[in-house]
Structures are given as C-alpha cells and as structure tokens.
C-alpha cells in the first residue's frame, strides 16, 4: 500500500503542484472561526425558528401556504445538518465543548444523535474509496463480479436499494426516524448515550410543537421538512461519491490522497444551493481535510490549481448519474445495468468467437 510520504514524492497530473503540497496549502484554512460560525449558526438557526413561526401563523390559515413553508424548513435542514457535521469534525469552532453543545443541539433538531454519528462518520472518512472495508457510512455498492456471482435475492434486494424512489424519499425517512433511534451493535457506552439522550430530546421538542401546531398537524409538517431535507441530504452524499470516474480500489493499492482527489467530486452548485448545502459540494476538499469548517471549503479549493482540477460536476450533469450502479474493475468506472447487459453481451460474443477459431 503507498503510504501519503510516497504519494508525495510523485508529482500530480497536472504539473502545476505536487500532492507533497497539499498538507501545507490546507494547513491555514482549518483554522476556526467564531466570528463566522456564530454567523452561520444564527443566519441558520435563525432562519429555520423563522420559517416555522410562518408555518405556524399559515397553517390556521391554509395548507397550500404551509405546506411549501415546510419544504423550505427542510432545504434549511441540510444547511444545519453540515453545521451538525462540521461539529462532528470538530472543524466549527476551535472550542471542543461548543462543538459537543451545538452538535448535539442541531442533532436534535435534524433526528441525528451526534457522538453515535460521529463515530460512524469517521470510519466513512477512514473508508471511501476502499473496496475492502465497504460497509459502514457509505451507500451499498457492488462490483460487477459480486453482482454477477450474487444470488437472485442479493440481485434483486440491490436493484431495490438503488432504485431512486427507495433511495431518495423511503430510505432518507427510514433511516432518520427510525434506524437512527437505535444504536449500532458495535457502539460503544457514550455513543448508545448519544443516541437515547437524542431520542427523548426529539419527544419532548415533539411535545411542545405539537402543543403548537396540533400532533397531527405537526406530524405532517415535520415528516414533509424531513422528506425534502433527507432526500436532497441523500442526493448530496450519492453525487459525492457515486460518479463515473469515482475511485476504488482494494486494501493494498488504496490511497489517501487520491481517494479524496478522485473519489470525492466537486459538485459545483448555483449560489443559492451552495449556501443551503453549506458549501458541501467542495467534497474534494472535505475528504482531504476534515478539518477545514464549511466556511473556509471554497477558499480552499481556489488557493492552488492542485485542488481546482478535479473536474467538477454540475447541477445538470449530475444527473446523469443516477444511472450508474455498478462498479466495473476492468475498465474502473461506475457503470450501469444496460452497460453490463452490453458488456455480458460482448464476452459472450468473444466465448463463442473464441470456440470457432479453436475448431
């Protein structure tokens, strides 16, 4: 396996900066700030408080206004869910216990228990892009020959899963109501804490909002922020790491350095999406430096060409991607079912080509 001293000593594609570089080119952008996260926290915070007190005030009023107020509320979920996630980094503020206090605040708020997820989180960083260790904080990813070799049940419970209505709108609302309620048999005492304090936070803000709205009404507006948040939080992860040219690779040729240059995209996003993603779409960055907060991502990425040309992928072009779902070692790309279809086609036409010329 190359270790990150031998990687630096190879220069990259470019010629414009050596990966040796990159440790000093990040090293002053995972400073923190208070001064920017407390901006963010109350242009956030104070947003999302904002749009419920107009749900509030329309929803004795009409549905039809209330009803889009909360899907809203639930774009302004993803905001405060990178907040929650740069907390998790300890990359928000350079204070350990303001991170641990706004992280479990905004976890409540977004269904999540912070140290439970926190700990899952770094295994996904510790993780991506290795071919070994698939499994934990990644979406489930078969190679070409696993699927192939998988028996009917495996073939058809994978199409499922990545079929985007399971993907985007069932799985997002499993998973942040109801897998998330429950710890990970793995999980050590303060992570199952986590998620059990976090769980009667969740009832008693339920309580009062439903003392509010009515728990009926209540139940339907969180469940549409909560659909629009989780969906929209689920694409953002799928883009990040599920592209054509993503990075795979197994235990031994695994690195890195490339795995955040290669397997982590540049989702480049019009302004207003890039606010309410917290500047996620920087993902290159995010993996090369769990450090470095949301605020200082994009300052980054435009410091040094090294990082700049990781080819970016755009509103438009990502959703091509949806159509891949496999990844294929031999020509190392995600592909999809009708190009495996076309590739089964292929070698059976050689296996049969092959078998003439013997005779």
């Given at each position: 396996?190359?270790?990150?001293?031998?990687?630096?000593?190879?220069p990259d594609e470019s010629g414009t900066a050596s990966a040796r570089r990159w440790r000093e080119l990040v090293a002053e952008h995972q400073v923190p700030s208070?001064?920017?996260?407390?901006w963010q926290l109350f242009n956030t915070l104070g947003s999302y408080a904002a749009v419920w007190y107009l749900i509030y005030l329309s929803a004795s009023v009409s549905w039809w206004l209330?009803?889009?107020?909360?899907?809203?509320?639930?774009?302004?979920?993803?905001?405060?869910?990178?907040?929650?996630?740069?907390?998790?980094?300890?990359?928000?503020?350079?204070?350990?216990?303001?991170?641990?206090?706004?992280?479990?605040?905004?976890?409540?708020?977004?269904?999540?228990?912070y140290t439970h997820w926190r700990w899952e989180h770094a295994l996904h960083h510790a993780t991506a892009g290795n071919l070994d260790r698939r499994g934990v904080g990644d979406l489930w990813t078969l190679t070409v020959r696993e699927y192939l070799e998988a028996s009917r049940w495996k073939r058809f419970a994978y199409r499922l899963a990545r079929n985007?209505?399971?993907?985007?709108?069932?799985?997002?609302?499993?998973?942040?109501?109801?897998?998330?309620?429950?710890?990970?048999?793995?999980?050590?005492?303060?992570?199952?804490?986590?998620?059990?304090?976090?769980?009667?936070?969740?009832v008693c803000v339920g309580f009062g909002m439903s003392l509010a709205f009515g728990f009926v009404p209540y139940l339907i507006l969180q469940l549409t922020a909560m659909a629009v948040g989780g969906a929209a939080g689920i694409w953002l992860f799928y883009v990040q790491h599920q592209f054509e040219d993503a990075y795979w690779e197994n235990t031994e040729s695994w690195d890195f350095t490339a795995a955040a240059l290669k397997g982590s995209s540049f989702y480049k996003l019009p302004k207003v999406l890039q606010w309410l993603s917290g500047n996620?779409?920087?993902?290159?960055?995010?993996?090369?430096?769990?450090?470095?907060?949301?605020?200082?991502?994009?300052?980054?990425?435009?410091?040094?060409?090294?990082?700049?040309?990781?080819?970016?992928?755009?509103l438009l072009g990502s959703s091509k991607t949806l159509r891949l779902r496999l990844w294929d070692e031999s020509s190392r790309k995600l592909i999809g079912f009708r190009k495996l279809a076309e590739l089964r086609r292929s070698r059976a036409a050689d296996v049969v080509a092959s078998r003439a010329a013997r005779r």
């Open positions: 396996m190359h270790t990150a001293a031998q990687v630096a000593e190879t208070a001064k920017r996260a407390t209330a009803l889009p107020l909360a899907c809203f509320a639930g774009a302004l979920m993803v905001r405060s869910f990178i907040l929650f996630h740069d907390c998790c980094h300890g990359s928000f503020f350079e204070s350990k216990l303001a991170n641990d206090i706004v992280g479990f605040t905004i976890g409540v708020l977004t269904f999540t228990p985007p209505f399971v993907l985007f709108v069932l799985a997002p609302l499993a998973m942040f109501i109801v897998v998330q309620r429950f710890p990970a048999r793995k999980a050590n005492a303060r992570d199952r804490r986590s998620v059990w304090l976090t769980n009667l936070a969740i996620i779409g920087f993902h290159h960055i995010h993996h090369l430096s769990t450090k470095i907060p949301n605020y200082n991502l994009e300052r980054c990425h435009h410091s040094d060409p090294l990082f700049q040309r990781v080819k970016a992928i755009t």
